[in-house]
């Protein structure tokens, strides 16, 4: 950290220097009230994220990149952005040296999946035992997490760090609940957990391909939608830094509005968020703040084969892709405390 000593008294002098940037302009209120906040818990995390790097250099960077963001883009959402990455971060790299053994951890995390299969199983029989309202809960199948695909995803990242044995309970909750995402992902971590040779892999992915065809698959299919037509809206300076953290539910009206998009066959999904991950990243971060987590996936690749996590990695990894999990308590939770524990030696 001492190398980095200067950064704080380089601040200081910079800063008269810089009130043309939006947080730190000349007025009266601002002065007294929302700047000095604004800079100093801006410049804390970014200071943070430079001290994390002596740990993991591509996630600390990642936030310090967060935290320069939210220089340029004075607004609420982003700070919430900068906030919740900065501490996941933190959390993810205090799991990755947790002293537990793997024996207990695996046997929480399954302990925690199985009441979830049972209580989407119950649903499924037109129960609840803890809702009154029955029907609504056996028709969502949605287990305690309020929506099919949500449990599914978190059955999908449990289920492929559990026992073998335990597999079919998990592939029943997913089956339950009727989660696309929570079987694609479960499917892909059991490949890479079994490694799989190069003809499973393309039987499989014939398999979903005849699937979706047959199927029609309307959700996908309005996703796919979206995302391009967000892919549209970015001009070169979204492309290269992002239109701003936290702007995906602000700048999007026209897709949360569009009658294709928002209702279509009944669905009624809004797309508060991006259903992808790496899309609403590359979206509100541009190319600069994808890359960094991309090249950080590359850089801690191992943990994709660790015996024990790395199908849960692999997992998370893959319902990033139709899905929020990184925008939810529960699975946010779940997954970097899963990817954590990927990232340490077997």
């Not at 391909?209 to 299919?221: E, F, M």
């Not at 796919?224 to 970015?234: D, G, N, S, T």
């Not at 602000?250 to 294709?260: A, F, G, I, K």
Request: charged share 10%; net charge neutral; proline share 4%.
């Amino acid at each position: 950290m001492r190398r980095f000593s200067w950064l704080p008294l380089g601040l200081v002098v910079v800063l008269p220097w810089l009130t043309w940037i939006p947080w730190l302009e000349y007025d009266a209120a601002k002065a007294v009230t929302d700047t000095p906040l604004w800079i100093w818990t801006v410049a804390t995390f970014g200071f943070l994220g430079v001290w994390l790097m002596q740990w993991d250099k591509w996630a600390g960077l990642f936030v310090v990149y967060l935290a320069v963001r939210c220089v340029t883009y004075d607004v609420p959402s982003a700070y919430e952005v900068l906030v919740l990455s900065a501490t996941g971060v933190i959390f993810l790299l205090v799991v990755q040296r947790a002293a537990l053994p793997t024996e207990t951890i695996v046997g929480w995390l399954t302990i925690t999946g199985l009441w979830q299969v049972a209580y989407v199983v119950q649903q499924a029989f037109g129960m609840d035992v803890l809702w009154a309202t029955g029907d609504l809960h056996a028709m969502f199948r949605s287990g305690t997490l309020g929506n099919a695909n949500f449990v599914g995803a978190y059955l999908a990242v449990i289920g492929a760090v559990a026992s073998w044995g335990l597999l079919p309970l998990f592939v029943l909750g997913i089956v339950a609940a009727k989660s696309l995402t929570g079987a694609v992902a479960l499917s892909v971590a059991a490949l890479v957990r079994l490694r799989a040779p190069l003809a499973a892999w393309l039987l499989s992915g014939a398999a979903f391909g005849a699937w979706v065809l047959w199927d029609g698959a309307v959700s996908l299919q309005i996703r796919i939608m979206v995302w391009l037509q967000a892919i549209r809206q970015l001009e070169w300076s979204g492309w290269l830094i992002g239109n701003g953290l936290g702007t995906w539910s602000v700048l999007s009206p026209t897709m949360r509005r569009d009658p294709r998009t928002a209702g279509a066959a009944g669905i009624g999904e809004l797309f508060a968020h991006a259903h992808n991950e790496y899309l609403q990243l590359l979206y509100e971060a541009g190319l600069i703040g994808l890359g960094l987590v991309l090249i950080w996936m590359v850089v801690q690749r191992r943990m994709f084969r660790h015996p024990v996590f790395g199908g849960g990695a692999v997992a998370v990894a893959v319902t990033a892709l139709t899905m929020f999990p990184f925008h939810l308590a529960v699975l946010s939770a779940t997954n970097l405390a899963v990817l954590g524990l990927a990232m340490r030696d077997p």
